[in-house]
């Protein structure tokens, strides 16, 4: 996977913790720093650990798909992307529900935004691509734009508000259709 391809991938599946991190950012006031280190550490952890856990269940099943591996791919990269347009456009607001950084609250908040990740995980299996440089980069980028999200919150918040949830939803969904105009050829 071009170099290219994989950090858009990463910008693509970091985006919805990213809406997260941002809204954490505007409702904490207080050890900002220390918050922006946890987001970042469990975020970008999840988002690494996912795509190991997707490839290799990827593996174990990629015999009985792979004529048909490439749909696939595209049909879970569309269905994650579709879904984080979705959930872009749906009303209310993160801050206005407070943000916790516990740990079952933190836990539960990455586990939820990486499942796009562990699709893609799956993906990789099924396009026969290596997982630990991708989920090196993966994790390494939502780090760091989870970390930088809350740090900024307030004002990426006031700004940009989800669009940047939409934004990774688009580039997931371009993904998806390349891989399945270059197998369809």
Do not use: N
């Not at 954490?24 to 690494?48: C, D, P, S, T």
């Not at 569309?78 to 933190?106: C, Q, R, T």
């Not at 796009?116 to 691509?129: I, N």
């Amino acid at each position: 996977m071009p170099l290219s391809e994989l950090f858009a991938l990463a910008v693509g599946l970091s985006m919805d913790a990213l809406a997260v991190s941002v809204a954490g950012g505007m409702a904490v006031r207080r050890e900002r720093l220390r918050g922006a280190l946890l987001v970042g550490l469990y975020f970008g952890g999840f988002q690494a650990l996912m795509p190991v856990l997707g490839w290799a269940a990827g593996r174990t099943v990629h015999s009985f798909v792979e004529s048909w591996d490439h749909w696939l791919a595209f049909g879970l990269l569309a269905w994650v992307g579709g879904h984080m347009i979705k959930e872009s456009l749906s009303s209310g607001s993160d801050a206005e529900k407070g943000f916790d950084l516990g740990a079952a609250a933190m836990l539960t908040l990455a586990v939820a935004t990486s499942l796009d990740a562990l699709a893609v995980g799956l993906s990789l299996a099924m396009l026969k691509v290596g997982v630990a440089v991708p989920a090196l980069v993966i994790g390494a980028v939502t780090f760091a734009a989870c970390s930088l999200g809350f740090l900024f919150g307030e004002r990426l918040g006031r700004r940009f508000g989800r669009r940047v949830e939409a934004l990774g939803g688009l580039v997931l969904l371009a993904i998806g259709v390349k891989i399945l105009v270059e197998h369809l050829r």
